[in-house]
């Protein structure tokens, strides 16, 4: 591909920043780089026609952990740690706010919910006897009880008669918050070019050389933000995570609002423009699940649809309109990985299914660890 002069000198020449990647991370990275050096030319790329990966195929949970996954994340993480993980998660979600402004993101604070089935009566007993142990480790951070056990009254089927609540969880609309970052981001004169892959690069004293499948170009600083992708880059400890989702048809006078956790957070539901958004699954079929190939399957959709049929909506006629999948990127521990790969390479990725909640603070991180 021979590129035009006028090609070449407009998108690729005195490239201060490469961005890999077009989701939260890297949008929030290129935003924060134009603020801390104003004149630099900031380049994103993007190898799908809209971002590859989760963060225009997320649930829009505006959240920070369920008790159960709290609970379940304290087997691997010290208290510390996990403290550190939700401060983030909750620092990521008003840095989200502020940046684009609630209405343009359609952010709704209804409050989330943990439902138990039946069966998991054990979960529920060990989430109750802890209740006490999770507020006070969290009241630092919300100032307040986080969880309080509430009576079901939704109607759930198979379900226990308890469920456990937290007032500070939210919703988003995934789409109106991602073109609300690109318009933002393209207002500050960022360019975003998509369905441009690369396939390698290398670096010398002086600048980043970007190989693309048709031709090369050089930055000076190159940002990697391809979370799940990581490893077609760089050599790090990075698993692609699939997590399968189906939509609903509209359903009249749908009487849920708010998000909704199930079995440690590997099935989530909400409700959305009067349908039921519900996902998750990946525990039922766990190697084959760790891929980067959107797909569905017939074993963990079944499963989604038995519990939108079963749990959710008991006897109540419920048609399926859409099924999707998106990449996670996730590793031993749940903290991302942000750091330096050399002087002029920098990477943020492994945000744990917790893209939304995370992605703004992970984009400034990476944007802080350059110094010009």
Sequence with gaps: MNLSYWEQNTWFKHIDFCIIGSGIVGLSCALQLKKKFPKAKVLVLEKGILPQGASTKNAGFACFGSASELLSDLQNHDTGELLNLVQQRVEGLELLKSTLGEKQIDYQQHGGYE????????????????????????????????????????????????????????????????????????????????????????????????????????????????????????????????????????????????????????????????????????????EREMTSAMETTSRIQTALEDLLKNLILPNQKVEIDQ????????????????????????????????????????GKDLANLIDG
Excluded at 227 to 245: D, G
Excluded at 344 to 350: E, H, I, S, T
Excluded at 353 to 361: H, T
């Design 323 to 362: 099924r999707w999948s998106g990449i996670l990127g996730i590793g031993e521990k749940k903290k991302p990985i942000v750091k330096p790969i050399s002087d002029r390479v920098f990477c943020a990725v492994r945000l744990g299914g917790m893209g939304v909640a995370i992605g703004s603070s992970v």
């Design 115 to 286: 439902v138990f089935l039946k069966k998991n009566k054990d979960s529920f007993e060990a989430c109750e006897a802890n209740l006490s142990m999770l507020n006070d480790m969290l009241r630092p951070i919300f100032k307040a009880d986080t969880f309080q056990i509430k009576p079901n009254a939704f109607g759930f089927g198979n379900s226990l008669s308890n469920l456990i609540f937290t007032p500070f969880e939210g919703q988003i609309d995934t789409g109106k918050m991602m073109q609300a970052l690109l318009r933002k981001v393209q207002s500050e004169g960022i360019s975003v070019l998509n369905s441009t892959e690369v396939t390698s690069f290398s670096s010398d004293a002086e600048s980043v050389h970007i190989q693309l499948k048709e031709f090369s170009f050089k930055t000076s600083h190159l940002c990697i933000a391809t979370n799940a992708f990581a490893s077609e880059l760089l050599n790090l400890k990075v698993t692609p995570a699939r997590s399968q989702v189906l939509i609903s048809k509209p359903i009249p006078n749908l009487p849920l609002q708010g998000t909704f956790h199930l079995d440690e957070g590997f099935y989530y539901f909400r409700n959305i423009h009067n349908r039921i958004l519900l996902g998750g699954g990946r525990n039922l079929d766990k």
